[in-house]
């Protein structure tokens, strides 16, 4: 059961995050300059506002002011793509907020919203989008997915900061090229699309660590052609993975 807060709490908490917040990403800005240091204290700041007025930070813990903290600096080019998923979504009122998935978790869960592919949710910086995946509504056995997939990736925008962006795009690209290279040189010609998606998006090292967290690496939807697998020598134990998804948790390609 989520509390409802005193709007004038939450005004005060988004006030003192929003100027926090500006202060931090403005100094780590000034490592470009003036002018990138005013637009990072404004995005910094936009997120402090959105975040303080949700307050999705949970100041009880190191983990949550970590969060903050890295969300203003290091890992703020996730943020800023973040803050364009929540504006995008926040002008969508149909994308759903839940403030049960968010509040004092250090991100905002949207139950729709922006979707890159059908029953696919979509990670920026810390904020999840469409983490219902196509169903209605999202309920509580989803919690498992969004905080150990999704949720890991909002602490790897944190972690890895402009690096995972990069590798995320190089990766993709790089990936793209595999993919139809081996459609073209594979005598049984498998799909071209699955062959694309599974060396640009599933083998991606940031996704296969997330499918693995949540224990649906084996089972997902990637093509066996290009899909990483256990190296032979290492010998294979009992995976959980290989198990069927109990009720209300992710398929195999779901995301």
Do not use: C
């Not at 990403?25 to 005013?38: E, S």
């Not at 997939?149 to 909002?154: K, P």
């Not at 402009?162 to 793209?176: D, E, K, S």
Request: proline residues 6%.
């Amino acid at each position: 059961m989520v509390t409802t807060p005193s709007p004038l709490l939450r005004l005060v908490e988004a006030g003192l995050a929003t100027t926090a917040a500006a202060a931090l990403g403005g100094a780590a800005g000034l490592i470009g300059g003036v002018p990138f240091a005013i637009a990072a204290g404004t995005s910094a700041g936009l997120n402090g506002a959105l975040g303080g007025y949700r307050q999705v930070y949970d100041w009880r813990t190191a983990k949550g002011w970590i969060a903050f903290a890295t969300d203003s600096t290091w890992g703020l080019l996730g943020t800023t793509l973040g803050n364009a998923l929540n504006l995008v979504n926040l002008a969508r009122r149909a994308a759903g907020y839940r403030p049960d998935f968010s509040r004092r978790q250090n991100r905002h869960v949207f139950e729709k919203g922006v979707f890159v592919r059908r029953g696919f949710a979509v990670t920026h910086g810390n904020v999840i989008s469409n983490a219902a995946t196509g169903r209605a509504p999202l309920v509580e056995e989803r919690r498992l997915f969004i905080d150990r997939h999704e949720g890991l990736h909002v602490w790897q925008s944190r972690i890895f900061g402009p690096i995972y962006q990069t590798v995320y795009a190089v990766w993709f690209a790089g990936g793209a090229l595999v993919g139809a290279a081996t459609w073209v040189l594979k005598k049984d010609r498998p799909s071209l699309k699955r062959l694309v998606e599974t060396a640009a998006y599933y083998d991606n090292p940031f996704e296969l660590w997330a499918y693995k967290r949540d224990e649906h690496w084996e089972n997902n939807s990637a093509d066996p052609t290009l899909k990483w697998h256990r190296p032979r020598w290492l010998k294979r134990r009992k995976d959980p993975a290989d198990r069927a998804p109990r009720p209300g948790e992710p398929g195999p390609g779901d995301h």
